[in-house]
């Protein structure tokens, strides 16, 4: 196995654990917030912090899961023009293909680049959504994950860079 075959297999199974944690996340949900819903319904005791909770839970589970999404081109996208245009201009799609992906290198930087000072800060200065003395939740958790789901990304548009380097260089349309 070559050194990039490696690195594909390593990243992919990153971005598969990261997703099986997201999809842990969106179970956590499901029981926190069918526990709030019965408790609400038959015992007249809502569970504190749900509403924090699955507000922090959506951002870090986005966030966990967007690689893998992306590794199995699963993002929402309208790509009828763009299927025209790459079999009518197979060299000109390439081009935009690549430039797709240096625009989310770019783009997912900066999310990286601007989210760590506020981790830093969320860690530093012990931020937490909820209300004192019923339920608190740290969110620096939350932005670390956001700032390990941004990673994956990077590395995963930075391997279709790679990927679809090769196949400008080689010719290949697919």
């Known amino acids: 196995?070559?050194?990039?075959?490696?690195?594909?297999?390593?990243?992919?199974?990153?971005?598969?654990?990261?997703?099986?944690l997201g999809a842990v996340g969106i179970l956590a949900m499901v029981v926190v917030v069918n526990v709030d819903v019965f408790g609400r319904g038959f015992f007249n005791q809502p569970l504190p912090g749900v509403a924090e909770f699955v507000g922090l839970a959506i951002v870090a589970i986005v966030w966990l899961q967007a690689a893998d999404t992306l590794r199995h081109k699963r993002f929402i996208r309208s790509d009828v023009l763009f299927n025209a245009l790459a079999t009518r201009k197979p060299v000109f799609a390439r081009f935009l293909t690549l430039l797709f992906d240096l625009n989310g290198l770019v783009i997912v930087g900066l999310i990286f680049y601007f989210?760590?000072?506020?981790?830093?800060?969320?860690?530093?200065?012990?931020?937490?959504?909820?209300?004192p003395g019923v339920m608190t939740i740290p969110v620096w958790p939350i932005k670390l994950l956001i700032l390990i789901g941004c990673a994956a990304l990077f590395v995963q548009i930075l391997l279709f860079l790679y990927f679809n380097l090769k196949k400008t260089g080689s010719g290949s349309s697919k």
């Open 1 to 20: 196995m070559s050194v990039k075959d490696k690195i594909n297999v390593t990243v992919g199974s990153i971005t598969f654990i990261l997703n099986a």
């Open 115 to 131: 989210s760590i000072p506020l981790f830093q800060q969320s860690l530093e200065r012990g931020y937490y959504r909820g209300t």
